[in-house]
């Protein structure tokens, strides 16, 4: 299985890189996670339209695509270690949509078989990588036994 973070944005601040360096690192050889940036657009007119058609391109046709969407579902770490477990079995590629600052298009909502939300709160962008790769580890983690996730 293979994961992709599709994601707005590539300039990130440096602490950003180096978090999400960090847990991508430490996914297991079997869940690795690539991470694939798309220029924002510029101006106001349509550019949610424009990245959202963008992130599309990224995706490949037989990928599962999960939107990073505050009007998705909430998943407890158990929840997400279980999911990715069965997706894991099926061996398809992961799809994970992040929008940029004006959120994710209606396209890519749509698109997406599986809208998951991190919280309620907003968060920026670029903080959702790190959030992402974290909570994927964690979920590695869990499926493996392995003490980092602790309940």
């Known amino acids: 299985m293979r994961i992709r973070l599709v994601s707005i944005g590539t300039r990130p601040p440096r602490w950003v890189q180096e978090g999400y360096a960090e847990y991508a690192r430490r996914l297991p050889r079997e869940c690795p996670l690539e991470l694939v940036e798309v220029a924002p657009e510029k101006g106001s007119s349509a550019r949610k339209t424009r990245e959202g058609r963008r992130l599309l391109e990224r995706v490949g046709r037989g990928d599962l695509v999960i939107a990073l969407d505050p009007g998705g579902t909430l998943w407890s770490t158990e929840q997400l270690a279980r999911r990715l477990a069965r997706w894991m079995q099926e061996g398809r590629t992961l799809s994970l949509l992040i929008g940029g600052a004006d959120g994710l298009a209606c396209e890519c909502v749509e698109r997406a078989a599986v809208h998951w939300s991190l919280s309620p709160l907003t968060f920026p962008h670029m903080l959702v990588r790190i959030l992402v790769a974290e909570q994927l580890y964690r979920a590695c983690s869990w ?9």
């Open 143 to 151: 499926i493996r036994n392995h003490p980092y996730h602790r309940p």
